[in-house]
């Protein structure tokens, strides 16, 4: 059933890893997925997200 990603391609916006889904996109996504081909994961930071998030936001609002 490639409609269902497809139809949430179309409306995210977003390119479908789905094969038979993407040749059922009618909507152009905002990037292709080989943009992301020089992505990397971040990993989860564990206990560390409160301190992660606190240094976040120092540096995006000044806080």
């Known amino acids: 059933m490639p409609e269902i990603p497809a139809a949430n391609s179309d409306y995210l916006l977003l390119p479908s890893p789905n094969t038979e889904a993407s040749a059922q996109v009618?909507?152009?996504p905002i990037f292709e997925l080989s943009d992301l081909e020089e992505c990397e994961m971040i990993e989860?930071?564990?206990e560390d997200l409160v301190l992660f998030n606190?240094?976040?936001?120092?540096?995006?609002f000044g806080l």
């Open 26 to 28: 009618t909507e152009k």
């Open 44 to 46: 989860d930071v564990g």
């Open 54 to 60: 606190d240094i976040w936001n120092e540096i995006r």
